[in-house]
């Protein structure tokens, strides 16, 4: 369908992915498949360049998607503590912090699926938030912004891939120089 359409290129995001989904159905339950069978099914039905996507977060992940067809990697999670950032100092924080060991697709905090740090909020809203994105991200903002404010991590969502233990503070540059 995409090709049809005359795109250039095609992202294949892997269920890692920090963040909201890329998906065509926003109500439909996020894909499992993990990345390097979704890699391959995409590169096997497509001539188009493929851009490989969720979880990597280091050398040799990036090397193993080139390696499985890709033509690029796309790192999201492994920039959040670079200095160059715009995560805020409770989502930096959080990041590190020993208390938070995983992560969870939720919706309860835009209505929309999206992997973050699993937290309160997640455990106390996600089994009856309703889908309806933008607007339950719009209700959920001034809360998410209050706990910003009081330093809670607990009560906003902190977007994040399921590899954010190897996230690392650092320039951008460096980061980068690590990945190549």
């Given at each position: 369908?995409?090709?049809?359409?005359?795109?250039?290129?095609?992202?294949?995001?892997?269920?890692?992915?920090?963040?909201?989904?890329?998906?065509?159905?926003?109500?439909?339950?996020?894909?499992?498949?993990?990345?390097?069978?979704?890699?391959?099914?995409?590169?096997v039905?497509?001539?188009?360049?493929?851009?490989?996507?969720?979880?990597?977060?280091?050398?040799?992940?990036?090397?193993?998607?080139?390696?499985?067809?890709?033509?690029?990697?796309?790192?999201?999670?492994?920039?959040?503590l670079?200095?160059?950032?715009?995560?805020?100092?409770?989502?930096?924080?959080?990041?590190?912090?020993?208390?938070?060991?995983?992560?969870?697709?939720?919706?309860?905090?835009?209505?929309?699926?999206?992997?973050?740090?699993?937290?309160?909020?997640?455990t106390?809203?996600?089994?009856?938030?309703?889908?309806?994105?933008?607007e339950?991200?719009?209700?959920?903002?001034?809360?998410?912004?209050?706990?910003?404010?009081?330093?809670?991590?607990?009560?906003?969502?902190?977007?994040?891939?399921?590899?954010?233990?190897?996230?690392?503070?650092?320039?951008?540059?460096?980061?980068?120089?690590?990945?190549?």
């Amino acid at each position: 369908m995409a090709e049809a359409c005359g795109v250039d290129a095609l992202a294949a995001q892997g269920p890692g992915a920090g963040g909201h989904r890329g998906t065509f159905d926003p109500v439909a339950a996020p894909a499992s498949q993990p990345l390097h069978q979704l890699l391959h099914a995409v590169t096997v039905a497509t001539d188009l360049p493929v851009v490989a996507a969720g979880g990597l977060m280091t050398a040799a992940d990036v090397a193993d998607v080139l390696a499985k067809g890709a033509v690029a990697a796309q790192l999201g999670t492994a920039f959040l503590l670079a200095d160059e950032a715009g995560s805020s100092p409770v989502h930096r924080a959080a990041l590190t912090d020993a208390q938070f060991t995983e992560t969870a697709v939720t919706k309860a905090f835009s209505g929309r699926y999206a992997r973050g740090l699993h937290n309160r909020f997640i455990t106390d809203h996600e089994d009856h938030a309703p889908f309806g994105y933008p607007e339950v991200h719009y209700l959920t903002s001034p809360l998410r912004a209050a706990s910003v404010r009081a330093g809670d991590p607990q009560a906003t969502n902190i977007w994040a891939g399921t590899g954010f233990r190897a996230a690392k503070a650092a320039p951008t540059a460096d980061i980068i120089a690590g990945l190549v």
